[in-house]
């Protein structure tokens, strides 16, 4: 959805290294989420944001933080990449003003390799 | 918590058959459904919702069917086409609890359509 964007698109960086992806969304939602995917598993919750001063844990947070810089920004940080942090990572967004929908919208993701 | 499987990791079909693709969720108290679709190198996309107060709900050449007695969803596509070759996942959520405003999904069904 061009209406979700992250940036970058690809990582490949060295264990130990910070690593930062960003998250940015012009659909004026509230709700923002980090999620994780490897192969043949699903999407994991790593961290959530239901408006700019709530910051939640996910399933999977350690190893993980985030920043809300804004309603638009949502950011995940690697303090410390290891390599079993290679994954794809996707953010979403969804509106909580909406009544009746908790449907998420996904940007195209950010393919990251730890070595 | 919640947990959401799938009966089958992989299906195969001919350009022009129906397909199935189902998912069993294990939380009574899920009362909103959501199929995804994700074809490589993108993020999900949304196909289709439905909510608990509902059996059947119909898009174009979708249906989603709701099963809440034996907590079973499934997604069946019409005349299927090789555009529709994609990793299908399916999500539940509950309004309240510790599941409010997240998602919860399958590992995904890998869809492949042959010519």
């Known amino acids: 959805d061009a209406d979700v964007t992250q940036t970058p698109r690809n990582r490949i960086t060295k264990t130990g290294k910070r690593i930062m992806l960003e998250c940015s969304q012009t659909k004026g ?17 790593i961290y959530y944001s239901f408006d700019v001063k709530d910051i939640n844990k996910g399933e999977i947070s350690d190893g993980y933080s985030v920043s809300r810089q804004a309603q638009a920004k949502f950011s ?18 969804s509106d909580a003003y ?8 996904f940007g195209p993701g950010t393919r990251l390799t730890v070595l | 918590g919640e947990s959401v499987g799938l009966h089958l990791p992989t299906l195969s079909v001919q350009e022009g058959d129906n397909s199935i693709i189902n998912c069993a969720y294990s939380n009574s108290a899920s009362d909103y459904f959501i199929w995804y679709k994700q074809e490589s ?8 919702d439905i909510r608990s107060n509902m059996d059947k709900r119909q898009g174009q050449r979708v249906t989603v069917l709701l099963n809440k007695t034996v907590k ?25 609890g510790t599941s409010y405003g997240k998602l919860t999904f399958g590992q995904g069904t890998i869809l492949t359509v042959h010519p």
């Open chain 2, 41 to 48: 190198g993108k993020g999900p996309q949304f196909i289709i």
């Open chain 1, 29 to 45: 939602h509230d709700r923002m989420y980090w999620y994780r995917q490897d192969p043949g598993l699903g999407l994991r919750l």
């Open chain 1, 76 to 93: 995940l940080s690697l303090e410390s990449a290891i390599p079993n942090q290679t994954a794809l990572y996707f953010c979403a967004t």
């Open chain 1, 98 to 105: 909406r009544v009746g929908s908790d449907t998420q919208y």
């Open chain 2, 72 to 96: 079973h969803l499934s997604l069946q596509i019409a005349a299927t086409q090789p555009g529709d070759s994609a990793v299908y996942f399916c999500a539940v959520s509950s309004a309240g």
